[in-house]
């Protein structure tokens, strides 16, 4: 398959999130522009949206000139975890006995949480509601497909 066609299927959101991965700092958004992408910042929200913790600000590159102000990016990595409270929650599975043992007897990630809720298991009891760091298993920024991946890896 040629570079041309490659490129036409990779999506504008999947560009800008590689971008800013690769990048592992401030991306400005002039850089989007010249990679073809002029929507770069409904992007950045479509990302966020899935999950993603970016951060922006205005640009302030010393080696930029811009007229008007142009927004900087960068997405914070939390060890290859989306955000904090998913890298908390996996965490906590995977160097926690118990919660391991229970997420690698769990379907996905819904069913760890269902379990965790009706486990009689004195270890587990100081889990029932969260992790010790106060991240509630059902937040709404648990990225949950990401959990389900985990779960399945432990279950391989």
């Not at 930029?64 to 955000?83: E, F, L, P, T």
């Not at 587990?124 to 969260?130: A, I, N």
Request: net charge neutral; with cysteine; charged share 30%.
């Amino acid at each position: 398959m040629s570079n041309k066609m490659e490129e036409k299927e990779i999506s504008q959101v999947d560009k800008v999130l590689s971008t800013l991965i690769n990048t592992g700092g401030w991306v400005c958004g002039v850089s989007f522009q010249q990679k073809f992408i002029p929507t770069y910042s409904q992007r950045i929200r479509d990302l966020r949206k899935k999950g993603w913790d970016i951060e922006s600000d205005r640009c302030s590159l010393s080696h930029h000139s811009h007229k008007g102000q142009v927004a900087m990016y960068r997405i914070h990595d939390h060890n290859g975890w989306k955000n904090y409270e998913t890298w908390n929650v996996a965490l906590w599975i995977n160097n926690e006995e118990s919660l391991y043992k229970l997420a690698k007897r769990s379907l996905n990630y819904n069913n760890f949480i269902f379990r965790l809720a009706n486990a009689s298991h004195s270890e587990l009891q100081k889990f029932k509601t969260g992790t010790p760091d106060g991240v509630k298993w059902n937040d709404e920024k648990v990225n949950i497909e990401d959990l389900d991946e985990l779960i399945k890896e432990l279950n391989q």
